[in-house]
């Protein structure tokens, strides 16, 4: 298989509601869909979301990495026609961007859209080579920042529809009494999971985390900045709750370090930040061979296209500790495939089975929510 062509779309799409934590405010969800159409007409779609905070990538500067680095790389390549995941993935070269930790979210979307395409062209399906341990994956609530009373209603809300799982950003002066009304909200029977976004000192880690033990934290996400591995298995040390890596994994070495300093107890995986789906399964397996757990997720407005990536992956795991992902319209204005995405009752949602990602994704819909669209071609 060659690719002849590549669409970037740089998508706004707006939020229902504002989704704010410590690190950022977001109206709309920023992120870039790679669509590659191969030599006999199959198409492919990907899709990456770039956070400053995370990666050190933004939309322009992912537009620009595709275009310049990515785009001509893996159009001189010829994909076997019997590739596999692993074949596909070290064909996708991996590339430096100036300030970045590394171009995940870049990657990402190109060996998604060419994993997509060339399944689509064998009309299999990703769970043909990701075989399903589970006919449904179950997600987790997000509550976002905002007024206390807020957190409580959508804790209501979350309780009410079933939800076995939710997490709440802290990093706010008001953490305790955020947590504790929060888990009144859920009541006793619904994990919690605390997530900081790095926002804390170590002291202040410990100060809430002590606070707040005793009303049952199934993990804390990112209590410290992205730093010293140290400093965060001395936190683990210090608090009874367990302690999640979320910014601090973003490579292989990343987890490699977090596991060998026993610095956690989860790793946050994420699609995107982790550079696809072959480096996801890569970091999840690091953590199954050391007994620490994972959760997995894309990134918070994502559409379909990460979604439907990220459902495969929960759904081929062994063990899956917490998902996170597949809001759908719970969070967009509009998602972009033709099959809805969003989990229903208790976080639910059946695994995909359709060809490729197992959604088809609108185009034209692509076109109307970007705000640059950028097409490349292949030279020979
Ligand atoms: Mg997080």
């Known amino acids: 298989m060659r690719l002849v062509a590549a669409t970037v779309y740089a998508l706004r799409i707006p939020f229902v509601e504002s989704f704010r934590h410590s690190a950022s405010d977001r109206r709309w ?4 869909v790679v669509r590659v159409r191969d030599d006999a007409g199959h198409e492919g779609y990907g899709e990456g979301t770039p956070r400053p905070y995370v990666t050190g990538e933004t939309v322009e500067t992912m537009v620009d990495h595709i275009a310049h680095e990515l785009w001509p790389r893996v159009a001189a390549c010829e994909f076997p026609e019997g590739a596999g995941l692993a074949d596909i993935s070290a064909l996708v070269p991996d590339t430096r961007l100036a300030g970045a930790i590394a171009p995940h979210a870049t990657r990402a979307a190109v060996e998604i859209a060419i994993v997509d395409c060339h399944l689509r062209r064998t009309a299999r399906s990703l769970g043909a080579v990701l075989p399903p341990r589970r006919a449904r994956v179950t997600y987790s609530g ?10 409580a209603r959508h804790a ?6 079933g939800l076995a799982h939710v997490k709440v950003k802290v990093g706010f002066d008001d953490d305790v009494a955020r947590i504790t009304a929060v888990r009144e909200a859920l009541g006793p029977g619904v994990s919690l999971r605390l997530d900081a976004n790095g926002a804390w000192t170590f002291e202040r880690a410990v100060d809430v985390l002590d606070a707040v033990a005793p009303l049952g934290i199934a993990a804390v996400e990112q209590p410290l900045p992205r730093g010293p591995v140290s400093e965060l298995a001395r936190l683990r040390q210090a ?12 490579t292989l070495g990343d987890a490699d370090a977090l596991i060998a300093e026993k610095a956690v107890d989860f790793l946050n ?11 996801s399964l890569a970091i999840a397996a690091r953590a199954f061979d050391a007994g620490v757990g994972v959760q997995i ?3 918070v407005g994502e559409t379909a296209i990460l979604s439907a990536a990220g459902r495969h992956v929960i759904a081929t795991l062994r063990e899956v500790a917490f998902a996170e992902g597949s809001f759908g319209t719970l969070l967009l204005a509009e998602d972009v495939s033709v099959e809805s995405i969003r989990f229903g009752h208790r976080g639910e949602a059946s695994v995909l089975t359709g060809p490729g990602l197992g959604i088809r994704v609108i185009e034209e819909r692509l076109r109307q929510r970007a705000v640059a669209v950028r097409e490349l071609t292949a030279e020979r």
């Open 142 to 151: 997000v509550i976002t920042a905002g007024p206390i009373e807020r957190a």
């Open 239 to 250: 608090t009874t709750v367990p302690v999640m890596a979320d910014e601090s994994v973003v």
């Open 269 to 279: 995986v994420r699609l995107s930040k982790c550079g696809g789906i072959t480096r």
């Open 29 to 32: 969800s920023d992120s870039v």
């Open 297 to 299: 997720g894309s990134q």
């Open 156 to 161: 209501r809300q979350m309780r009410a529809v």
